[in-house]
């Protein structure tokens, strides 16, 4: 359980603590973002060459392949959540 801000933010019982289920939910980049996820063109290989600041063919390899199994991570209030 965690603090719920929603419940705590305006309690009028001090002696309260609202407490609610946190889920933290992860989503692969791909899965969210299709458009963006082509690894290894052009465009990223460009992108890996600017953030690493190096030519090297094994970092920017290493920063391609990061960035093809980059995830989102969400965090969800169980009261938020709804049922379909």
Same mark, same amino acid.
């Given at each position: 359980?965690?603090?719920?801000?929603?419940?705590?933010?305006?309690?009028?019982? =001090?002696?309260?603590?609202?407490?609610?289920?946190?889920?933290?939910?992860?989503?692969?980049?791909?899965?969210?973002?299709?458009?963006?996820?082509?690894?290894?063109?052009?465009?990223?290989?460009?992108?890996?060459?600017?953030?690493?600041?190096?030519?090297?063919?094994?970092?920017?390899?290493?920063?391609?392949? =990061?960035?093809?199994?980059?995830?989102?991570?969400?965090?969800?209030? =169980?009261?938020?959540?709804?049922?379909?």
């Amino acid at each position: 359980m965690h603090i719920y801000p929603d419940a705590n933010a305006h309690r009028q019982d =001090e002696d309260r603590i609202v407490g609610e289920t946190l889920y933290t939910v992860s989503f692969a980049r791909a899965a969210l973002f299709p458009q963006r996820a082509s690894c290894g063109d052009g465009a990223e290989t460009a992108s890996a060459k600017k953030i690493l600041k190096s030519e090297s063919t094994n970092q920017e390899d290493r920063v391609i392949k =990061e960035s093809c199994e980059d995830r989102v991570f969400v965090d969800l209030w =169980e009261p938020y959540l709804t049922h379909d």
